[in-house]
T-cell receptor, first 113, second 113 residues
Framework: QQQVKQSPQSLIVQKGGIPIINCAYE??????FPWYQQFPGKGPALLIA?????SEKKEGRFTISFNKSAKQFSLHIMDSQPGDSATYFC????????????FGKGTLLTVNP | NAGVMQNPRHLVRRRGQEARLRCSPM?????VYWYRQLPEEGLKFMVY????????ESGMPKERFSAEFPKEGPSILRIQQVVRGDSAAYFC???????????FGPGTRLTVT
């Protein structure tokens, strides 16, 4: 059972565009939602994260929008650059003492020059 | 401050051999998580450990896989009698005792021939 659904699987934008990646979850016990960026052959790098008591968070060119009632959250990349081309994963963490992350399947982003 | 370290980065084993993957968490981090990533897939949780304790191993296959995080030294993920289906990238992440963020290492890419 996939608990975090991520879309689209792949996305191509032009430089300067604003790619948007969406995630949806079912488990209302999730209380922490990070996004990771992964380049080929590398480990995932934490980009930005949000908790459900906040509807939006910005860090540099990256913004998370969070809709608690719809159980959805999304990543927006402003002024995208070719160097942003990577795979992006959303994740969710359960409340309580178990801190394991449940990941979406990833979105392969290509930013063309 | 060094990040999460994993070794080896690449490991080739024949079917039936044992694989040992090591993870040294970031300084000050006492929580370690292991995840497995199959090609074109997201990361799947395997096990969550604190020093000398396994907190959650719900994602670990029941046979052939084991993990430890001793008082001294790195965390070890051990796979006995490897099979071709074990070929994957194995990532370790660490977090501080009171922090939300998980930081990933570069991974060990296991190939079973």
């Amino acid at each position: 059972q996939q608990q975090v659904k991520q879309s689209p699987q792949s996305l191509i934008v032009q430089k300067g565009g604003i790619p948007i990646i969406n995630c949806a979850y079912e488990n209302t016990a999730f209380d922490y939602f990070p996004w990771y960026q992964q380049f080929p052959g590398k480990g995932p790098a934490l980009l930005i994260a949000i908790r459900p008591d906040v509807s939006e968070k910005k860090e540099g060119r990256f913004t998370i929008s969070f809709n608690k009632s719809a159980k959805q959250f999304s990543l927006h990349i402003m002024d995208s650059q070719p160097g942003d081309s990577a795979t992006y994963f959303c994740a969710a963490r359960g409340a309580g003492s178990n801190y394991k992350l449940t990941f979406g399947k990833g979105t392969l982003l290509t930013v063309n020059p | 401050n060094a990040g999460v370290m994993q070794n080896p980065r690449h490991l080739v084993r024949r079917r039936g051999q044992e694989a040992r993957l090591r993870c040294s968490p970031m300084k000050g981090h006492s929580h370690v998580y292991w995840y497995r990533q199959l090609p074109e897939e997201g990361l799947k949780f395997m096990v969550y450990l604190q020093k000398e304790n396994i907190i959650d191993e719900s994602g670990m296959p029941k046979e052939r896989f084991s993990a430890e995080f001793p008082k001294e030294g790195p965390s070890i993920l051990r796979i006995q009698q490897v099979v071709r289906g074990d070929s994957a990238a194995y990532f370790c992440a660490s977090s501080p005792p009171t922090g939300w963020e998980q930081y990933f290492g570069p991974g060990t890419r296991l190939t079973v021939t």
